[in-house]
């Protein structure tokens, strides 16, 4: 498979935590898994692995690449792990 990125879904209406007024970051409603664009290791490519539009999601900073010995996605989230990403990345 070739490299992973990582990606946030929020509740539409909902803004990321970089645009929160208050500050706080807010978890995302799902993470997903996107192979990554062409040429491109930390780019996400158009669709996750589940086969969602990324156009609206933001790419998350945790590389799984930077993380062998952990799972794809980062850890606080595994109750927000999309599951047909999850058995897509394998």
């Given at each position: 498979m070739s490299e992973t990125v990582v990606v946030y879904e929020y509740a539409s209406g909902d803004s990321p935590p970089?645009?929160?007024?208050?500050?706080?970051?807010?978890?995302p409603l799902r993470v997903h898994a996107a192979p990554a664009a062409p040429g491109r290791t930390s780019v996400r490519g158009?669709?996750?692995?589940?086969?969602?539009d990324t156009?609206?999601?933001e790419t998350a900073p945790w590389r799984p690449a930077e993380h062998p010995d952990a799972?794809?996605?980062?850890?606080?989230?595994?109750?927000?792990?999309?599951p047909a990403c999850d058995d897509a990345a394998g």
């Open positions: 970089g645009d929160s007024a208050s500050g706080d970051e807010r978890p158009p669709r996750t692995l589940c086969g969602r156009f609206a999601m799972p794809w996605y980062p850890p606080r989230y595994a109750d927000r792990v999309c």
